[in-house]
């Protein structure tokens, strides 16, 4: 718990330079698992200034993002490759096809197999060395919706009316938020070597004591999290205000 989301997200972010660097010095690639949303927008910021002014390259780097909205242009506004290059990759100097996200376009009958292959590719590269994590009100990760399974993989999901309720801003009302989303699976989240799930503000507190305090059930899927040794929850006092 840090006294807040600045510190924590600087921490975190020298965390995954860490990754990086290692992986550079033995020649190899970071394959790291990455999310958007608001929560971790200030690691991108301090990536990139890492980027520009200390000369960290992502020459190395794999990213696979959790999730797209589907329908979704990667052109759109609202479209998670639009978010990512704007917050992270126009910045860094990773190189265009080492990026992956869901892609939003594909035909209905194309997913499955898709999705099967988006799984197969993370496989090959030997797994991710960390998964980046927010967290929905819904309990959602990824976007793991209540009822996803422990063991689910990536695929096509339908979103939550609350999840639809929060993404109303950005798209100009609920009604206009695609009703699914493609989605790395509890169980591809559970294959990271590390995981990192983030919280900021009161109004994460109550889905933060849930997750980490609660029953694990698939009510609220980021209580799956519980069983794993290799996850860490970074959150500032606000989300962590309800913890006992
Ligand atoms: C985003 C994602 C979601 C968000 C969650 C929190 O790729 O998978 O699980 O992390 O909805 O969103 P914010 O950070 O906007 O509160």
Same mark, same amino acid.
């Given at each position: 718990?840090?006294?807040?989301?600045?510190?924590?997200?600087?921490?975190?972010?020298?965390?995954?330079?860490?990754?990086?660097?290692?992986?550079?010095?033995?020649?190899?690639?970071?394959?790291?698992?990455?999310?958007?949303?608001?929560?971790?927008?200030?690691?991108?910021?301090?990536?990139?200034?890492?980027?520009?002014?200390?000369?960290?390259?992502?020459?190395?780097?794999?990213?696979?993002?959790?999730?797209?909205?589907?329908?979704?242009?990667?052109?759109? !506004?609202?479209?998670?490759? =639009?978010?990512?290059?704007?917050?992270?990759?126009?910045? *860094?100097?990773?190189? #265009? &096809?080492? $990026?992956?996200?869901?892609?939003?376009?594909?035909?209905?009958?194309?997913?499955?197999?898709?999705?099967?292959?988006?799984?197969?590719?993370?496989?090959?590269?030997?797994?991710?060395?960390?998964?980046?994590?927010?967290?929905?009100?819904?309990?959602?990760?990824?976007?793991?919706?209540?009822?996803?399974?422990?063991?689910?993989?990536?695929?096509?999901?339908?979103?939550?009316?609350?999840?639809?309720?929060?993404?109303?801003?950005?798209?100009?009302? !609920?009604?206009?938020?695609? =009703?699914?989303?493609?989605?790395?699976?509890?169980?591809? *989240?559970?294959?990271? #070597? &590390?995981? $990192?799930?983030?919280?900021?503000?009161?109004?994460?507190?109550?889905?933060?004591?849930?997750?980490?305090?609660?029953?694990?059930?698939?009510?609220?899927?980021?209580?799956?999290?519980?069983?794993?040794?290799?996850?860490?929850?970074?959150?500032?006092?606000?989300?962590?205000?309800?913890?006992?």
């Amino acid at each position: 718990v840090y006294s807040e989301e600045s510190v924590a997200a600087q921490k975190v972010a020298q965390h995954i330079a860490e990754i990086i660097r290692k992986k550079q010095a033995a020649n190899e690639m970071a394959v790291l698992g990455l999310a958007t949303g608001a929560t971790p927008i200030q690691v991108y910021a301090n990536l990139v200034k890492m980027h520009q002014e200390d000369g960290l390259s992502f020459k190395n780097v794999i990213t696979f993002n959790l999730d797209e909205y589907y329908p979704m242009r990667p052109d759109a !506004k609202q479209s998670y490759v =639009t978010f990512m290059d704007e917050h992270l990759f126009s910045h *860094i100097d990773i190189p #265009k &096809e080492n $990026i992956h996200i869901p892609d939003g376009t594909l035909p209905k009958d194309e997913i499955a197999d898709y999705c099967l292959d988006y799984e197969n590719k993370i496989g090959e590269l030997g797994g991710l060395d960390l998964q980046i994590l927010g967290i929905g009100r819904t309990g959602h990760i990824g976007f793991n919706e209540p009822g996803s399974a422990p063991n689910s993989g990536t695929r096509l999901v339908t979103l939550d009316d609350l999840t639809r309720r929060d993404a109303a801003r950005d798209f100009g009302g !609920k009604e206009n938020v695609p =009703t699914k989303a493609i989605t790395m699976g509890v169980g591809t *989240i559970f294959k990271a #070597k &590390e995981i $990192i799930l983030m919280a900021w503000s009161k109004k994460k507190a109550s889905i933060i004591k849930k997750a980490v305090e609660g029953e694990m059930s698939g009510n609220v899927p980021a209580t799956y999290l519980q069983l794993s040794d290799n996850v860490r929850f970074i959150l500032d006092e606000d989300a962590a205000s309800e913890l006992t």
